[in-house]
């Protein structure tokens, strides 16, 4: 059962990761579509891809303030610093609180894992015991906290598509593993405390400023040098494509609606978001070349046979990403809009517009 209409205008909202690809439009839109709400934005701006990604998305929003009823507080620094947490849990008081911020990628935490262990674990770790402390001296305290998991939890599961009552017990890589302790410390929180929270399985989120080491912006980056690109598991692989103003949507709407009480009493829910339609890696590759050509960063006569190789799978991947979102459909009527065309060619025309 959910809480309805936890309305956002005059709300103090908190968004960890607020310089990344999704706490940057979510707080985008967060001053287009609430009156006089105030967003206090954190993110350590690490270089993990280039700054100037985040600079670039940071610009809009402070771009975007000067004419919204809202206002927007940028924070430099990173959620594993308890202090600072502390310090602006006491200081701005947030109602709700959107944790975004997180080491990305599976492939990165083969090569370093001290960054997830920091960031994803004693990050979210810090949230969630300042969320606690917000009840303090009977305050009113955090009213939802949401927070991002993963469809990297599901691991190799071979039922799909995947639904969040799968078993979720067999991690293949660093990030995937603490993803799924988020959801389990979330729990523990929400049963210890009755913190009110909310996690999202994010499936493949792609579109225009994205992160650079998602595939389609690392095969656009290759093409443009004319290098080649490598496809794996032959090309067998499928994704859940999900285009990134279809994503800001249904978190907003999971942000009205905390949890009440489930049958143990713990105000916990766990939702897919997703496209619900995985597409062939072979076919994605196609469509964005087909795009890049028409925002002419490729040349029509581009041999794109000749700037690919098939090549086997690689350690953490998965071959199928597939999201059961009838969760989210039944709860907030939540149904993806974006066709994967229609995304790419909003993505290739900002490559154009941001590298020239």
């Given amino acids: 059962m959910l809480e309805k209409n936890i309305k956002l205008d005059g709300k103090t909202i908190l968004v960890t990761g607020a310089a990344g690809f999704i706490g940057a439009n979510l707080t985008l839109e967060l001053l287009k579509k609430a009156e006089n709400v105030h967003v206090i934005g954190i993110d350590n701006m ?90 303090d001296n009977g305050a009113p305290g955090v009213e939802h ?65 994205g992160r650079p080491d998602m595939a389609y912006f690392g095969f656009t980056d290759k093409l443009v040098k004319n290098e080649t690109i490598k496809i794996f598991n032959y090309g067998n692989c499928r994704r859940d494509f999900t285009y990134i103003d279809d994503i800001v949507t249904g978190v907003q709407a999971v942000m009205q609606c905390a949890p009440l009480p489930n049958e143990d009493g713990v105000r916990y829910k766990i939702y897919n978001i997703g496209n619900n339609q995985p597409e062939n890696l072979l076919d994605f590759v196609e469509i964005l070349q087909d795009e890049l050509k028409r925002a002419q960063i490729l040349p029509e006569d581009y041999d794109f046979e000749a700037h690919k190789e098939l090549v086997g799978m690689q350690p953490g991947d998965v071959e199928v990403t597939y999201a059961d979102v009838s969760g989210l459909e039944r709860d907030f009527g939540f149904k993806p809009s974006t066709d994967l065309r229609s995304g790419l060619r909003s993505f290739a025309q900002w490559y154009k517009a941001f590298y020239g």
Wanted: aromatic share 14%; proline share 4%; hydrophobic share 35%.
């Fill in 46 to 135: 690490n270089a993990y891809y280039d700054v100037s990604l985040k600079e670039f998305r940071l610009k809009q929003i402070q771009e975007l303030e000067s004419s919204a009823s809202g206002e927007f507080t940028f924070v430099k620094g990173s959620i594993a610093d308890r202090e600072l947490v502390g310090e602006l849990f006491d200081k701005y008081k947030p109602q709700i609180v959107v944790n975004l911020a997180a080491q990305a990628g599976v492939r990165y935490s083969i090569e370093n894992p001290d960054s997830y262990i920091e960031s994803n674990l004693i990050g979210f770790y810090n949230i969630l015991e300042a969320c606690r402390h917000s009840y």
């Fill in 145 to 209: 906290l949401v927070y991002a998991s993963s469809s990297s939890v599901y691991g190799s599961n071979k039922k799909i598509p995947y639904a969040t009552e799968d078993k979720v017990d067999n991690p293949v890589s660093l990030y995937a593993a603490t993803k799924k302790s988020n959801e389990l410390l979330a729990h523990a929180y929400s049963k210890l405390y009755g913190i009110p929270s909310t996690g999202l399985r994010f499936f493949t989120v792609y579109g225009p400023a």
